[in-house]
């Protein structure tokens, strides 16, 4: 087993771990800005990280390009979670404004 499959697979599970924690914690918590938190950091952590492992296991396998293309896209992902997670605080901020000025 070469390296790169080895930081790949671990990669992975430390993704996986992160996934899963991010479920349980959603389905704990009951507000809705610490769903929302809780949530993000799986954006920011998780799933990056399971992308650079599988960037990782191809490059292993020798499919370079394949490998260069999920590093970018964890780039972009990277860049994107952030503003999503922001508007998405803003609409919910919004909505629960609107909704105490109507009574």
């Known amino acids: 087993m070469s390296i790169c499959v080895l930081v790949g697979n671990i990669l ?14 959603f389905a704990r918590f009951d507000d809705v800005y610490t769903r929302i938190h809780i949530s993000s950091i799986n954006d920011m952590l ?11 296991l191809f490059f292993g396998l020798g499919d370079i390009f394949t490998a260069i293309k999920l590093c970018l896209g964890a780039i972009i992902w990277y860049i994107v979670t952030p ?11 919004f909505y629960k404004e609107n909704e105490n000025n109507k009574n």
Not at 83 to 93: A, H, M, P, Q
């Open 12 to 25: 992975l599970g430390i993704g996986m771990f992160l996934t899963i924690t991010t479920m349980l914690g």
């Open 46 to 56: 998780g799933i990056p990280v399971a992308i650079i492992g599988t960037s990782f």
């Open 83 to 93: 503003i999503t997670s922001y508007f998405l605080i803003k609409i919910v901020y």
